[in-house]
């Protein structure tokens, strides 16, 4: 099956810090989504971004299809961004299941 | 134009007893995902349902475990006879196709196992 690896797997930012959380993998993808799991357990959908760029507030999300990789920027970021982020991909002729990478545990302080 | 709903948040089992985690998919969403996280863990895909049928259960333990998502009514994950092992979040999300589309997901239902 495909495999999905993020970076880097723990982060600490000083609130007003920017980042830049990465997704690799290894095979074509028909979907590729990121996930913000604050720390109450709730599953946030951030992107669904299969190639291209987008934006929304803060945030920004670029996927190189081509390259295999995703990128997830975070600006001015605030202690409410804190939590886990995941990337998971659709791979590309498989019946829609996703798969998630290990996620990258993000702490944003004061 | 209400998300997808999972219940109950929160349920507690002694082992040995069944445990049903009940999804009701967005409105206009034929297409049902069942993932389990275990503690410190990413999601792990289970099964993919559509009305009536099972699509994809390639992800479920072949023992205990099983699901449905009937004609009328939301999609069910049962688990028979409970170990401790079983303790994990379970979430459900849907889809309105297939595929080349974003899955959305509940708030998970949270099972321990005493």
């Known amino acids: 099956g495909i495999q999905v690896e993020q970076s880097p797997p723990d982060l600490i930012l000083q609130e007003g810090a920017n980042s830049t959380l990465r997704c690799n993998f290894s095979d074509s993808v028909n979907n590729l989504q990121w996930f913000h799991q604050n720390p109450w357990g709730q599953l946030i959908n951030l992107f669904y971004?299969?190639?291209g760029t987008k934006q929304n507030g803060r945030l920004s999300a670029t996927t190189v299809a081509t390259e295999r990789y995703s990128l997830l920027y975070i600006s001015s970021s605030q202690t409410t961004d804190s939590g886990v982020y995941f990337c998971a991909v659709e791979q590309a002729g498989t019946a829609s299941k996703l798969t998630f990478g290990t996620g990258t545990r993000l702490q944003v302080t004061l | 134009n209400a998300g997808v709903m999972q219940n109950p948040r929160h349920l507690v089992r002694r082992r040995g007893q069944e445990a049903r985690l009940r999804c009701s998919p967005m409105k206009g969403h034929s297409h049902v995902y069942w993932y389990r996280q275990l503690p410190e863990e990413g999601l792990k895909f289970m099964v993919y349902l559509q009305k009536e049928n099972i699509i994809d259960e390639s992800g479920m333990p072949k023992e205990r475990f099983s699901a449905e998502f009937p004609k009328e009514g939301p999609s069910i994950l049962r688990i028979q006879q409970v170990v401790r092992g079983d303790s994990a979040a379970y979430f459900c999300?849907?889809?309105?196709?297939?595929?080349?589309?974003?899955?959305?997901f509940g708030d998970g239902t949270r099972l321990s196992i005493l």
């Open positions: 971004i299969p190639s």
């Open positions: 999300a849907s889809s309105q196709e297939h595929s080349n589309q974003p899955q959305h």
